[in-house]
Structure formats: C-alpha cells, structure tokens
C-alpha cells in the first residue's frame, strides 16, 4: 500500500472512534470518512483496509460504554465485514437493507438481511425501511451506529437501485428522527457512505469517560 492510503485507512478508523466517543457526551456525532463494511478482522476488501465501525464498536463495548449495539447498514452493497466479524457476539446485532444482486456476489450472514430488487423507487424503499424500523424498535440497544451509503441514488452507475435525492432525504430523516429521539447516540461516516451513530441511554457522558479513561 502506498503511504497516502495507509495513513487514510489509519485516519477514517480513529475518526470513527472519535465520533462514537462524541456521540456518548452529545447524542450524535459524524465522521465523513468512515463506513469501510467490507474489511473483515483478518483482511480488507471491496476498496475497505480497516472496518472502522467494528473498531469503534469493540471499542465501546471492551470498556462498558455500551453493551447492545445496532449497526443499521443502509449502503447499497451489503455490510457483509459487520456481520462476519460480529456472527457469534450478542451483544451487537447487524442489520443491512442492500441491492440483492449487488456486491459481495456471496452474502454474508447478517442477523437481519433485507435484500431489494433491481430499480426500486423510493416509495418502496421507504415502506420497507419503516417496516424494518419499526421492528428493530421492539429491541433494545444502548447505541447505534449508521452507514447510509448514498449509493443508492439513481445516479449511481454501479448502485442498481433508483432512489432519489428526496428519497435519501426521507429515509435519512427515519432513521435519525427514529433513534435519536429516542435518545438513542448517532454517529454518522460517510465516504460513498455516510454513517451516524446514536446512544440510546446518555447514562454515560464525556467527562465520564474521561474519568474512565485516567482511572
């Protein structure tokens, strides 16, 4: 790997742990560079090196700051790395919502897969999504953490569906209204994706943490 490429990768991650950190003290916080779901804990792929939200998430979990994490995946690609890396731990549940004949040709095992036929329209993915939603409201989590890749526009070459402007809108806007008033922490990344993470219990707060982290 070239120098410029490893310091992104290196970069991106601790973005991401950053953000989630920020997320316990004030509910929400974005890292624009984030949402490498590809790389699994052995190797990178699909143009991921590190999987920043898996590093975030072990994160919080290894030193109590959470203990039920989601992980809302809603790329068009499915967040295969998340669910791989997380298949046996119970205390994080994956959920993606993705192109069902997208990349990875063989799909990974999520705890909750939705796959969507070629050239679905908003009106159809916003029903779906709300459904999904609505369900998972019937957990309980402690955080959240949320890839909303953009890929999905219609204007993707390589995105298969056709959602538009105004329907990345909505469903952003379902997503963020649904768990962060539920006080749940938001945390968003971004690089074809855009990522938020949200807390739903804001037990612990920075200064918390910061106690935690000199003790």
Known sequence: LVDSVIQ???VATGGTVLASKLALNYGV???TAGGSHHANYDEGAGYCVFND?????H???????ANRILIVDLDVHQGNGNSEIFRDNRHVFTFSMHSKTNYPAKKSISDLDVELEDNLEDEAYIKTLKFYINDLNNENFDFVFYI???D???????????ISDEGIKLRDELVIENFFSKRKQAYEIAK???GMSFQLDKSIGFNEWKNKQSS
């Open 29 to 31: 916080a974005c890292n």
């Open 192 to 194: 074809d994706h855009l």
């Open 53 to 57: 939200v898996a590093v975030a998430a």
């Open 152 to 162: 999905i526009h219609f204007n993707d070459r390589l995105g298969k569906l056709k």
């Open 148 to 150: 909303a890749g953009v």
């Open 59 to 65: 994160y919080l979990l290894d030193r109590g700051f």
């Open 8 to 10: 992104r990768s290196l």
